[in-house]
């Protein structure tokens, strides 16, 4: 550790030194790492580093432009290292604390799952050109294998865009638009998610703040889609505050780039084939859907084959009905030697809803 209060806590000790004690007063980080337990121990996952993770004072990789974004103590004086140890990521990345702490390292590295390609970045250290991070995702990108992965996700902590009153990490999110958005879109990035910011809000497929399409479903424009998925701690920061003399204007309107924005608590679900890569925001307050984009792969396109070009979007009633289709015939075929022998019954319709286009 390289800090008080995480140097100074019963709450940590060197993974050599075996011990037993009850452990009070923990971190809200600590008590979610044990609430998680259960599902952890059993279910594969992966993790991106961010600033309550890393930051402090000390930390070496601190540029100029930079002065008001590394400049807290939002790490709690962990410089990286719990994160470090309990976790074990893919690769070999790592980084020194600047302290007499053990390297930081599960930066940055990439797996494939199915037919997506994943990418994570670290937002805490140097990802500007010619950085060994800069390097390796560019490599990385350049040896993505388009037939086995068609689709590529990229994830990172601190939002490249985003709509929110974040106004001191603006410079930060310049710099990896100037650094990391052409190799975004230069290698074809489908998809990138990010976090920091505790609510939800997808953006139209962008490069240098340009929508390239604001559909809902549509083939790969040639730029990927934002996602800022922070909506599980949504808590923390108010949704869009209004201004006191216009309550129900935000203090930051929506922009025409923003497709949807929702305060909720919920969770993201990403489904992949072959053919497209769907992304949904899940509402914990009531399971239901308020937000979802399709995306095509390039190599299905459209009837005319032409890549790029707007698929046009399948009614939300329809689309469900054809969800539903398929489950009721895969019921059938189920229970297909139960009508033999039973009394055919009359199948109760599913209760579908309609996709949210906002927040009521």
Same mark, same amino acid.
């Given at each position: ?142 040896? @993505? ?7 590529? @996700? ?16 603006? @410079? ?46 549509? @083939? ?141």
């Amino acid at each position: 550790m390289c800090g008080h209060p995480a140097n100074h806590s019963v709450g940590w000790r060197h993974p050599g030194f075996v011990f037993d004690g009850v452990m009070k007063a923990l971190r809200p980080g600590t008590r979610y790492s044990y609430k998680i337990e259960p599902i952890a121990a059993s279910t594969p996952y992966h993790v991106c580093i961010g600033n309550h993770e890393y930051d402090w004072p000390s930390q070496p990789w601190k540029p100029s432009w930079a002065a008001n974004v590394y400049n807290g103590k939002d790490g709690g004086g962990e410089c990286g290292v719990p994160y470090s140890i309990k976790f074990r990521m893919p690769g070999n990345s790592s980084l020194p604390t600047g302290t007499g702490a053990p390297d930081t390292r599960n930066l940055y590295y990439s797996i494939d799952a199915g037919v997506v390609h994943f990418v994570y970045m670290s937002t805490e250290t140097d990802f500007t050109r010619g950085s060994d991070q800069y390097n390796y995702i560019k490599a990385d990108l350049e040896r @993505v294998n388009r037939s086995r992965t068609p689709f590529v @996700v990229f994830q990172g902590h601190r939002p490249m865009y985003t709509s929110s009153n974040e106004t001191k990490d603006t @410079v930060h999110r310049e710099q990896m638009i100037q650094h990391l958005e052409p190799l975004f879109v230069d290698h074809g990035v489908t998809l990138a998610l990010w976090g920091h910011i505790h609510r939800y809000e997808r953006f139209c497929p962008m490069k240098k703040y340009q929508c390239l399409n604001t559909s809902s479903s549509f @083939v790969y424009p040639g730029a990927p889609v934002h996602v800022v998925i922070g909506m599980a701690g949504q808590d923390f920061q108010p949704s869009w505050e209004p201004r006191p003399d216009h309550p129900d204007v935000p203090i930051f309107p929506q922009p025409q780039r923003s497709m949807y924005r929702g305060s909720e608590f919920g969770y993201a679900k990403l489904v992949a084939t072959r053919e497209r890569l769907t992304l949904m925001y899940v509402g914990n307050h009531d399971g239901q859907v308020h937000d979802m984009v399709e995306i095509l792969s390039p190599q299905v396109g459209t009837p005319g084959g032409a890549p790029g070009k707007l698929v046009g979007a399948m009614p939300e009633k329809m689309r469900y009905l054809g969800v539903a289709g398929g489950v009721v015939l895969a019921m059938l075929l189920g229970f297909m030697a139960g009508f033999a022998v039973r009394k055919k019954k009359k199948a109760e319709s599913a209760g579908w809803s309609r996709v949210q286009e906002e927040e009521s």
